[in-house]
Protein backbone atom coordinates (compact mmCIF):
# COMPACT_ATOMS: atom_id res chain seq x y z
CA UNK A 1 0.00 0.00 0.00
CA UNK A 2 1.37 3.25 -1.10
CA UNK A 3 0.47 7.02 0.16
CA UNK A 4 -0.33 7.72 -3.62
CA UNK A 5 -2.62 5.16 -3.89
CA UNK A 6 -4.43 6.79 -0.67
CA UNK A 7 -3.99 10.27 -2.26
CA UNK A 8 -5.77 9.09 -5.41
CA UNK A 9 -8.38 7.13 -3.87
CA UNK A 10 -9.35 10.26 -1.55
CA UNK A 11 -9.56 12.76 -4.52
CA UNK A 12 -12.06 10.25 -6.62
CA UNK A 13 -13.78 9.97 -3.64
CA UNK A 14 -14.11 13.43 -3.25
CA UNK A 15 -14.63 14.37 -6.50
CA UNK A 16 -16.80 11.59 -7.25
CA UNK A 17 -15.55 11.28 -11.09
CA UNK A 18 -12.29 9.51 -12.14
CA UNK A 19 -11.29 12.03 -14.69
CA UNK A 20 -11.64 15.35 -12.02
CA UNK A 21 -9.83 13.46 -9.85
CA UNK A 22 -6.94 12.87 -12.63
CA UNK A 23 -6.56 16.60 -13.08
CA UNK A 24 -6.82 17.10 -8.97
CA UNK A 25 -3.92 14.81 -8.62
CA UNK A 26 -1.81 15.78 -11.86
CA UNK A 27 -1.91 12.31 -13.62
CA UNK A 28 -3.43 10.72 -16.43
CA UNK A 29 -7.03 9.77 -15.71
CA UNK A 30 -5.52 5.83 -16.26
CA UNK A 31 -3.22 6.33 -13.87
CA UNK A 32 -5.46 7.14 -11.11
CA UNK A 33 -7.58 4.07 -12.43
CA UNK A 34 -4.93 1.79 -12.51
CA UNK A 35 -3.29 2.81 -8.87
CA UNK A 36 -6.75 2.12 -7.54
CA UNK A 37 -7.16 -1.19 -8.62
CA UNK A 38 -3.81 -2.46 -7.14
CA UNK A 39 -5.26 -0.61 -4.17
CA UNK A 40 -8.53 -2.76 -4.23
CA UNK A 41 -6.84 -5.82 -5.06
CA UNK A 42 -4.04 -5.75 -2.04
CA UNK A 43 -7.22 -4.33 0.52
CA UNK A 44 -9.08 -7.60 -1.21
CA UNK A 45 -12.06 -5.34 -1.52
CA UNK A 46 -13.56 -2.48 -3.88
CA UNK A 47 -14.01 0.54 -2.37
CA UNK A 48 -15.21 2.79 -5.76
CA UNK A 49 -18.53 1.56 -7.39
CA UNK A 50 -17.49 2.01 -11.26
CA UNK A 51 -20.97 1.21 -12.67
CA UNK A 52 -22.72 4.82 -13.10
CA UNK A 53 -21.82 8.12 -14.46
CA UNK A 54 -20.15 9.26 -11.22
CA UNK A 55 -17.81 7.25 -9.02
CA UNK A 56 -19.30 6.19 -5.82
CA UNK A 57 -17.76 4.69 -2.69
CA UNK A 58 -18.52 1.08 -1.98
CA UNK A 59 -19.59 0.05 1.78
CA UNK A 60 -16.20 -0.82 1.82
CA UNK A 61 -14.39 2.41 0.31
CA UNK A 62 -16.74 4.20 2.94
CA UNK A 63 -15.45 2.72 5.83
CA UNK A 64 -11.58 2.85 4.04
CA UNK A 65 -12.13 6.87 3.25
CA UNK A 66 -11.43 8.51 7.05
CA UNK A 67 -8.30 6.14 7.52
CA UNK A 68 -6.96 7.14 4.34
CA UNK A 69 -7.54 10.55 5.02
CA UNK A 70 -5.93 10.20 8.82
CA UNK A 71 -2.96 8.14 7.59
CA UNK A 72 -2.51 11.24 4.57
CA UNK A 73 -2.37 13.81 7.57
CA UNK A 74 -0.15 11.70 9.77
CA UNK A 75 2.52 11.30 6.34
CA UNK A 76 2.08 15.59 5.92
CA UNK A 77 2.66 16.10 9.57
CA UNK A 78 5.75 13.75 9.46
CA UNK A 79 7.07 15.36 6.92
CA UNK A 80 6.38 19.02 8.59
CA UNK A 81 7.58 17.65 11.92
CA UNK A 82 11.10 17.05 10.22
CA UNK A 83 11.06 20.06 8.24
CA UNK A 84 10.78 22.02 10.75
CA UNK A 85 13.32 20.41 12.67
CA UNK A 86 16.00 20.89 9.43
CA UNK A 87 14.32 24.22 9.11
CA UNK A 88 13.37 23.31 5.08
CA UNK A 89 9.82 24.30 5.38
CA UNK A 90 7.68 23.04 2.24
CA UNK A 91 4.83 24.57 1.41
CA UNK A 92 2.55 27.41 -0.17
CA UNK A 93 2.12 30.98 1.42
CA UNK A 94 -0.65 33.36 0.16
CA UNK A 95 0.06 36.74 1.16
CA UNK A 96 -2.22 40.02 0.58
CA UNK A 97 -1.64 43.61 0.67
CA UNK A 98 -3.39 46.88 0.08
CA UNK A 99 -3.35 48.23 -3.37
CA UNK A 100 -0.99 50.63 -4.28
CA UNK A 101 1.05 50.73 -0.73
CA UNK A 102 4.53 49.96 -1.56
CA UNK A 103 6.49 49.13 1.38
CA UNK A 104 9.53 48.05 1.26
CA UNK A 105 10.29 45.82 4.89
CA UNK A 106 7.28 44.12 4.12
CA UNK A 107 9.40 43.20 1.17
CA UNK A 108 12.32 42.20 2.51
CA UNK A 109 10.86 40.07 5.39
CA UNK A 110 9.47 38.08 2.39
CA UNK A 111 12.98 37.95 0.42
CA UNK A 112 14.56 37.07 4.06
CA UNK A 113 12.04 34.60 4.22
CA UNK A 114 12.42 32.97 0.43
CA UNK A 115 16.58 32.78 1.34
CA UNK A 116 15.81 30.80 4.26
CA UNK A 117 12.93 28.25 3.03
CA UNK A 118 13.52 28.06 -0.42
CA UNK A 119 11.00 25.27 -0.60
CA UNK A 120 7.96 27.87 0.29
CA UNK A 121 5.85 29.38 -2.50
CA UNK A 122 4.86 32.97 -1.93
CA UNK A 123 2.30 34.23 -3.88
CA UNK A 124 1.20 37.77 -3.41
CA UNK A 125 -2.13 39.29 -3.90
CA UNK A 126 -3.51 43.48 -3.87
CA UNK A 127 -6.44 44.39 -2.91
CA UNK A 128 -9.06 46.39 -0.14
CA UNK A 129 -8.28 45.81 3.14
CA UNK A 130 -12.02 45.30 4.53
CA UNK A 131 -11.77 42.23 1.25
CA UNK A 132 -8.67 41.40 2.22
CA UNK A 133 -9.57 40.66 6.12
CA UNK A 134 -12.24 38.72 4.84
CA UNK A 135 -10.34 36.58 2.77
CA UNK A 136 -8.03 36.00 6.25
CA UNK A 137 -11.24 34.60 8.11
CA UNK A 138 -12.29 32.52 5.03
CA UNK A 139 -8.36 31.30 5.58
CA UNK A 140 -7.92 31.74 1.56
CA UNK A 141 -5.07 34.38 2.80
CA UNK A 142 -2.30 33.21 5.39
CA UNK A 143 -1.16 36.77 6.11
CA UNK A 144 -1.82 40.15 5.02
CA UNK A 145 -1.04 43.80 5.41
CA UNK A 146 -4.73 46.32 5.69
CA UNK A 147 -5.61 49.43 6.43
CA UNK A 148 -7.92 49.52 9.23
CA UNK A 149 -9.95 51.56 11.95
CA UNK A 150 -9.60 49.12 14.77
CA UNK A 151 -6.65 47.83 16.34
CA UNK A 152 -7.25 44.02 15.60
CA UNK A 153 -9.78 42.83 13.46
CA UNK A 154 -12.31 40.56 15.27
CA UNK A 155 -10.89 36.85 14.48
CA UNK A 156 -7.23 37.77 13.77
CA UNK A 157 -4.14 38.58 15.16
CA UNK A 158 -2.42 41.33 14.17
CA UNK A 159 0.65 43.68 14.72
CA UNK A 160 0.44 46.87 14.27
CA UNK A 161 2.97 49.19 11.94
CA UNK A 162 1.79 52.80 11.67
CA UNK A 163 -0.76 54.68 13.36
CA UNK A 164 -1.66 57.96 11.74
CA UNK A 165 -3.95 61.04 11.85
CA UNK A 166 -6.16 62.15 9.40
CA UNK A 167 -5.37 65.09 7.63
CA UNK A 168 -6.74 67.39 5.14
CA UNK A 169 -4.71 68.38 2.09
CA UNK A 170 -4.93 71.90 -0.31
CA UNK A 171 -3.22 73.08 -3.10
CA UNK A 172 -1.62 76.72 -1.81
CA UNK A 173 -5.07 79.26 -2.15
CA UNK A 174 -7.43 76.97 -0.99
CA UNK A 175 -9.69 78.65 1.85
CA UNK A 176 -8.60 75.07 4.26
CA UNK A 177 -5.67 75.94 4.02
CA UNK A 178 -5.94 79.40 5.79
CA UNK A 179 -7.40 78.27 8.41
CA UNK A 180 -5.06 77.36 11.38
CA UNK A 181 -7.47 74.82 12.44
CA UNK A 182 -9.75 72.43 10.68
CA UNK A 183 -12.91 70.29 12.07
CA UNK A 184 -15.28 67.94 9.65
CA UNK A 185 -17.71 70.85 9.79
CA UNK A 186 -15.31 72.73 8.15
CA UNK A 187 -15.23 70.25 5.38
CA UNK A 188 -18.62 70.26 4.57
CA UNK A 189 -18.50 73.26 2.14
CA UNK A 190 -15.88 71.87 0.10
CA UNK A 191 -15.78 68.96 -2.31
CA UNK A 192 -13.50 66.31 -1.17
CA UNK A 193 -10.74 63.52 -3.30
CA UNK A 194 -10.47 60.50 -1.17
CA UNK A 195 -9.48 56.64 -1.13
CA UNK A 196 -12.60 54.43 -1.85
CA UNK A 197 -14.63 52.77 0.40
CA UNK A 198 -12.93 49.49 2.05
CA UNK A 199 -9.39 51.20 2.71
CA UNK A 200 -8.60 52.29 6.17
CA UNK A 201 -8.36 55.84 5.65
CA UNK A 202 -11.77 55.47 4.26
CA UNK A 203 -12.93 54.05 7.83
CA UNK A 204 -11.90 55.98 10.11
CA UNK A 205 -13.50 59.14 8.42
CA UNK A 206 -16.38 57.37 7.14
CA UNK A 207 -17.15 56.61 10.85
CA UNK A 208 -16.69 60.00 12.30
CA UNK A 209 -18.31 61.90 9.56
CA UNK A 210 -21.67 59.41 10.85
CA UNK A 211 -21.17 60.31 14.30
CA UNK A 212 -21.44 63.87 13.92
CA UNK A 213 -24.23 63.61 11.42
CA UNK A 214 -21.76 64.93 8.61
CA UNK A 215 -22.67 64.31 5.00
CA UNK A 216 -19.12 64.53 3.20
CA UNK A 217 -19.08 65.95 -0.68
CA UNK A 218 -16.97 62.88 -2.47
CA UNK A 219 -16.57 64.17 -5.55
CA UNK A 220 -13.79 62.13 -6.55
CA UNK A 221 -11.97 58.64 -5.58
CA UNK A 222 -8.76 57.04 -6.31
CA UNK A 223 -7.08 53.80 -5.01
CA UNK A 224 -3.85 55.31 -4.84
CA UNK A 225 -2.79 58.21 -2.24
CA UNK A 226 -0.56 59.50 -4.49
CA UNK A 227 -3.34 59.51 -7.23
CA UNK A 228 -5.80 60.94 -4.45
CA UNK A 229 -2.81 63.94 -3.73
CA UNK A 230 -2.42 64.41 -7.62
CA UNK A 231 -6.06 65.20 -7.99
CA UNK A 232 -5.94 67.82 -5.14
CA UNK A 233 -3.25 69.44 -6.62
CA UNK A 234 -5.26 70.01 -9.69
CA UNK A 235 -8.20 71.23 -8.09
CA UNK A 236 -10.60 68.09 -7.80
CA UNK A 237 -11.05 68.81 -4.41
CA UNK A 238 -9.64 68.80 -0.64
CA UNK A 239 -7.23 65.06 -0.07
CA UNK A 240 -8.07 63.61 2.96
CA UNK A 241 -4.95 60.90 3.96
CA UNK A 242 -2.87 60.99 6.79
CA UNK A 243 0.32 63.00 7.74
CA UNK A 244 2.76 60.92 5.62
CA UNK A 245 1.25 60.38 2.35
CA UNK A 246 1.14 63.82 1.86
CA UNK A 247 4.74 64.39 3.05
CA UNK A 248 5.91 63.95 -0.29
CA UNK A 249 3.39 66.04 -2.30
CA UNK A 250 4.65 69.32 -0.64
CA UNK A 251 4.78 72.10 -1.05
CA UNK A 252 2.22 71.75 -3.62
CA UNK A 253 -0.17 70.14 -0.67
CA UNK A 254 -0.81 71.89 2.70
CA UNK A 255 -1.87 69.54 5.42
CA UNK A 256 -4.06 70.38 7.99
CA UNK A 257 -4.98 68.15 10.92
CA UNK A 258 -8.70 66.98 11.40
CA UNK A 259 -8.33 68.26 14.72
CA UNK A 260 -11.99 66.23 15.73
CA UNK A 261 -11.54 63.21 14.42
CA UNK A 262 -9.54 61.49 17.01
CA UNK A 263 -9.50 57.85 16.09
CA UNK A 264 -6.14 56.82 13.93
CA UNK A 265 -5.88 54.81 10.85
CA UNK A 266 -3.88 52.10 11.14
CA UNK A 267 -1.48 50.00 9.28
CA UNK A 268 -1.21 46.27 10.63
CA UNK A 269 -0.21 42.62 9.73
CA UNK A 270 -3.60 40.47 10.58
CA UNK A 271 -3.49 36.58 10.39
CA UNK A 272 -5.37 34.12 11.40
CA UNK A 273 -3.96 31.77 14.15
CA UNK A 274 -2.41 28.74 12.65
CA UNK A 275 -0.25 25.96 13.38
CA UNK A 276 1.77 26.43 10.21
CA UNK A 277 4.99 26.41 10.89
CA UNK A 278 5.60 28.92 7.89
CA UNK A 279 3.29 31.34 8.31
CA UNK A 280 5.05 31.34 11.95
CA UNK A 281 8.60 32.10 10.32
CA UNK A 282 7.27 34.72 8.14
CA UNK A 283 5.49 36.42 10.65
CA UNK A 284 9.17 36.34 12.54
CA UNK A 285 10.67 37.67 9.74
CA UNK A 286 8.45 40.51 9.46
CA UNK A 287 8.35 41.82 13.18
CA UNK A 288 11.88 41.43 12.56
CA UNK A 289 11.83 43.62 9.47
CA UNK A 290 9.36 46.45 11.04
CA UNK A 291 11.28 46.71 14.10
CA UNK A 292 14.01 48.87 13.33
CA UNK A 293 12.02 52.79 13.35
CA UNK A 294 12.17 54.48 9.98
CA UNK A 295 10.14 57.03 7.67
CA UNK A 296 9.02 54.86 5.03
CA UNK A 297 7.29 57.68 2.22
CA UNK A 298 5.63 54.95 1.12
CA UNK A 299 4.09 53.24 4.48
CA UNK A 300 0.37 54.62 4.70
CA UNK A 301 -2.43 53.23 6.43
CA UNK A 302 -4.93 52.49 3.33
Known amino acids: MELRQLEYFVAVAEEAHFTRA ?25 LIDRSGRSARLTPAGTAALGHARAALAS ?33 DALSAF ?33 GTAEATPKGLEAYEIV ?30 VSLPTGTGVRAVFDQACATRGIRPDIACQASAPTAVADLAIRGLGAAVLT ?21 AALLSLAWRQSANPALRQLIRHCRRAFATPATWPETVPT
Open 22 to 46: AERVHISQSGVSAQIRQLEQELGAM
Open 114 to 146: RQDHPGVEITLHEDTSDRLVERLRAGTLDLALI
Open 243 to 263: ESMVTQHEPLLTARRIEDVDA
Open 163 to 192: RERLVVAVPPGHPLGERSRVRLADLGAHPL
Open 75 to 107: AAALRQAVDEVNGLIRGRLVVGMVTACTITPLF
